[in-house]
C-alpha cells in the first residue's frame, strides 16, 4: 500500500471519529445549558411534589409514542397481509350473543373478504391487528419497567403477569371492538364516501380506541407488577436531591 493511500485511510479514519464526538459534545452543551437546565430543575420539584402525577404522566407520554408505532405498523402488516390468501379464511371465533339485526356476535370478528368489498379482512387483518399489537406491548413492557416504574422486581415474574394481563385485555378489547368497528367504517367509507382513504382513517381510529382501553386497564395493573425495593426507592430518592 502507498503512502498517500495510508495518509488518506488515516484521516478518513480521524475523521469517522471526530464527527461522534463532535455530535456528544454538541448534546453534552445542550444538556448543561441554563434553558434545559431549569427544565430539569422544575420537573425535579415537580416530581418530588407530585410523585404519582409526575409517574402517570411518563406512562401517559410512554404509552402515546408505543400507539405512534401501532399506527405506523398496523397499515404496513395488513398491506402485506391483503396480498396473500388470508384475506380470504374466515376467522369469527368465541360468539357473545347477537346484534342488533340478529346475526352472531364474535369477540373475534373478522368476515373473510377484504373490508372494501363488506368482508371483515378475514385472517389477514386479525394477524396484522395482533401482531402489531403484540411487538408494541413488548416494547411498552420493557419501557415501562424501566424508565416509568424503575422497577427493580423479578422480571420473569413481572412479565408473566403482563402476558395474563395482556391476553385478558385483548379479549375484552376484542368484545368491545365490534361496538364500534362497524359504525365507524362504515361512516367514513360508505355514508360519507371516501372509499379506501376512509378505510385507512377508520384504521388509526380504531386502533386510537384499542391502545385506550388498554391504556387505562394497564396503568393500575403496572403498579402492582412493577415493584421497587427499599433500597431501590432510597437510591432514586438520593438521585432526585
Not at 5 to 22: D, G, T
Not at 55 to 61: D, G
Not at 190 to 208: L, P, Q, R, Y
Amino acid at each position: 500500500m502507498s503512502e498517500k493511500k495510508e495518509i488518506a485511510i488515516a484521516e478518513n479514519q480521524e475523521n469517522y471519529e471526530e464527527k461522534p464526538n463532535k455530535a456528544k459534545g454538541f448534546f453534552c452543551k445542550l444538556g448543561q445549558s441554563a434553558f434545559i437546565q431549569w427544565w430539569v430543575n422544575l420537573w425535579r420539584k415537580f416530581k418530588k411534589r407530585f410523585p404519582n402525577v409526575a409517574q402517570f404522566f411518563v406512562f401517559f407520554m410512554l404509552s402515546n409514542g408505543v400507539t405512534v408505532l401501532q399506527m405506523i405498523l398496523m397499515p404496513v402488516l395488513k398491506a402485506i397481509f391483503a396480498t396473500t390468501n388470508l384475506i380470504n379464511v374466515n376467522f369469527q371465533i368465541w360468539q357473545l350473543g347477537q346484534n342488533i339485526d340478529q346475526t352472531p356476535y364474535f369477540i373475534f370478528d373478522f368476515e373473510a373478504g377484504s373490508i372494501a368489498s363488506g368482508g371483515g379482512g378475514g385472517l389477514a387483518f386479525f394477524l396484522a391487528v395482533q401482531i402489531t399489537l403484540l411487538i408494541a406491548q413488548v416494547i411498552n413492557f420493557f419501557a415501562q419497567r424501566n424508565i416509568t416504574f424503575k422497577s427493580d422486581g423479578n422480571p420473569w415474574k413481572a412479565a408473566f403477569w403482563y402476558a395474563v394481563a395482556y391476553v385478558a385485555i385483548t379479549i375484552f378489547a376484542s368484545a368491545a371492538r365490534g361496538l364500534y368497528t362497524v359504525p365507524i367504517y362504515n361512516l367514513l367509507m360508505n355514508t360519507w364516501g371516501w372509499g379506501g382513504t376512509g378505510e385507512t382513517i377508520a384504521d388509526f381510529i380504531t386502533m386510537i380506541i384499542y391502545s385506550a382501553i388498554s391504556f387505562w386497564v394497564f396503568f393500575p395493573i403496572f403498579k402492582l407488577i412493577f415493584p421497587q425495593s427499599k433500597a431501590k426507592k432510597e437510591e432514586l430518592k438520593e438521585k432526585d436531591i
